[in-house]
């Protein structure tokens, strides 16, 4: 799900050296890099298929909890809070219904709703 829409859309840092990427692409020192996840999470060397949702994809090496040095300190937490909520969906819903319009929180370094009227049907 994270990959698909990661709540944190992009974040940025300042190079300490010259980077040679390749094929004649130098990032200078001193430059402001932007690491884009909603670009890196749909990359279609990366994934097959990169746009559409398969909750049993295999190898999921997404970076929506960041990666090294710059990983998500509560992402175990996340993990198993989703864990717990899923589970617990799965035994009492059979599915959720859009009942209105959502309404997108515009932000340009997070993606969220600020409406998603949805309504959850017993199982």
């Known amino acids: 799900i994270v990959r698909m829409e990661s709540p944190i859309q992009h974040f940025s840092r300042v190079a300490t050296r010259d980077v ?5 692409v ?3 020192a001193g430059a402001r890099v932007v690491v884009s996840y909603a670009s890196a999470n749909r990359d279609e060397r990366r994934f097959d298929n990169p746009d559409q949702f398969d909750i049993g994809r295999k190898g999921n090496s997404h970076l929506a909890f960041g990666a090294g040095n710059h990983s998500c300190a509560g992402q175990n937490l996340a993990r198993l809070e989703g864990h717990a909520l899923f589970t617990a969906l799965t035994e009492r819903v059979a599915r959720f219904e859009l009942v209105g319009e959502p309404v997108r929180r515009l932000y340009n370094m997070t993606r969220s709703f600020s409406r998603l009227p949805v309504r959850a049907v017993a199982g």
């Open 26 to 28: 130098v990032i200078p």
């Open 20 to 24: 040679d990427l390749g094929e004649g």
